[in-house]
């Protein structure tokens, strides 16, 4: 039986020491730290995180090409126009690839909300149009790749300028194409197990929570919020810029 000194001792042992020693002592015992936060929606911030500098050093490393180039950079707007009734309009691909790509973060953000309401039909439906919208989105980006191939661009050159164009362009765009994809397939499964109610009954699996809750779909949609947010970065530095 436990005694009220080993109790106290117990206290005593609880308060952190002062300066830069208790902020070490606080994160390496999680006192304080990860109290509001699960293990999986903190290993998902620290992936988020990991993977900001990696796009951070494609983007970085893009406009360090881009400005020391000595060769005139490819037009965007020319570059990515499409003739539709035979009128060239500049980016229009683009725009609505970012349109379906934003609006997925809206319906992904629905199917969060839903989901904390236990409405496992309407979370589920949300996922899955969230995964259509991100599926249309790497569908349109692959024409767009179709595209340029076909009029000459390759990741050691290209018919309008500097080399490191399509270099640049394959890379960020493919990397960032990846995530999309890797996005939907998850989407896809954990849409499957909320339609038939694994969260409701606790049941153990593959990305279910064992508590029954509905957590996942919110480090699900942590995901595609940060896939969405860098879109936004790669449209205004590649294609406006």
Same mark, same amino acid.
């Given at each position: 039986?436990?005694?009220?000194?080993?109790?106290?001792?117990?206290?005593?042992?609880?308060?952190?020491?002062?300066?830069?020693?208790?902020?070490?002592?606080?994160?390496?015992?999680?006192?304080?730290?990860?109290?509001?936060?699960?293990?999986?929606?903190?290993?998902?911030?620290?992936?988020?995180?990991?993977?900001?500098?990696?796009?951070?050093?494609?983007?970085?490393?893009?406009?360090?090409?881009?400005?020391?180039?000595?060769?005139?950079? /490819?037009? /965007?707007?020319?570059?990515? $126009?499409?003739?539709?009734? =035979?009128?060239? &309009? /500049?980016? @229009?691909?683009?725009? &609505?690839?970012?349109?379906?790509?934003?609006?997925?973060?809206?319906?992904?953000?629905?199917?969060?909300?839903?989901?904390?309401? #236990?409405?496992?039909?309407?979370?589920?439906?949300?996922?899955?149009?969230? $995964?259509?919208?991100?599926?249309?989105?790497? =569908?349109?980006?692959?024409?767009?790749?179709?595209?340029?191939?076909?009029?000459?661009? #390759? /990741?050691?050159?290209?018919?309008?300028? $500097?080399?490191?164009?399509?270099?640049?362009?394959?890379?960020?765009?493919?990397?960032? =194409?990846?995530?999309?994809? @890797?996005?939907?397939?998850?989407? &896809?499964?954990?849409?499957?197990?909320?339609?038939?109610?694994?969260?409701?009954?606790? #049941?153990?699996?593959?990305?279910?929570?064992?508590?029954?809750?509905?957590?996942?779909?919110?480090?699900?949609?942590?995901?595609?919020?940060?896939?969405?947010?860098?879109?936004?970065?790669?449209?205004?530095?590649?294609?406006?810029?």
């Amino acid at each position: 039986m436990t005694t009220d000194v080993e109790l106290a001792n117990r206290g005593a042992s609880l308060i952190r020491p002062p300066g830069l020693r208790g902020v070490a002592a606080d994160w390496s015992s999680d006192q304080r730290a990860f109290k509001s936060a699960s293990w999986g929606k903190a290993m998902m911030w620290i992936f988020l995180l990991s993977d900001t500098f990696i796009f951070s050093c494609f983007l970085l490393s893009y406009m360090t090409v881009r400005m020391s180039t000595t060769v005139p950079w /490819p037009n /965007p707007s020319a570059v990515f $126009a499409l003739t539709i009734g =035979g009128t060239k &309009i /500049p980016l @229009i691909l683009i725009a &609505i690839m970012t349109f379906i790509l934003i609006s997925s973060s809206g319906t992904m953000a629905m199917a969060v909300n839903f989901g904390y309401r #236990r409405d496992r039909l309407k979370t589920a439906l949300l996922m899955l149009v969230t $995964a259509a919208f991100g599926a249309t989105f790497v =569908g349109m980006q692959a024409f767009e790749w179709t595209k340029l191939i076909r009029e000459g661009v #390759r /990741p050691w050159g290209n018919p309008w300028g $500097a080399d490191q164009f399509g270099s640049s362009f394959f890379m960020i765009t493919g990397f960032h =194409g990846t995530h999309v994809t @890797i996005g939907v397939i998850f989407l &896809i499964i954990m849409a499957r197990k909320v339609w038939r109610g694994d969260f409701d009954r606790a #049941r153990r699996g593959f990305f279910t929570s064992r508590k029954g809750r509905y957590e996942n779909v919110e480090i699900m949609g942590l995901y595609w919020h940060f896939v969405d947010l860098v879109w936004v970065f790669i449209f205004a530095l590649f294609y406006l810029w």
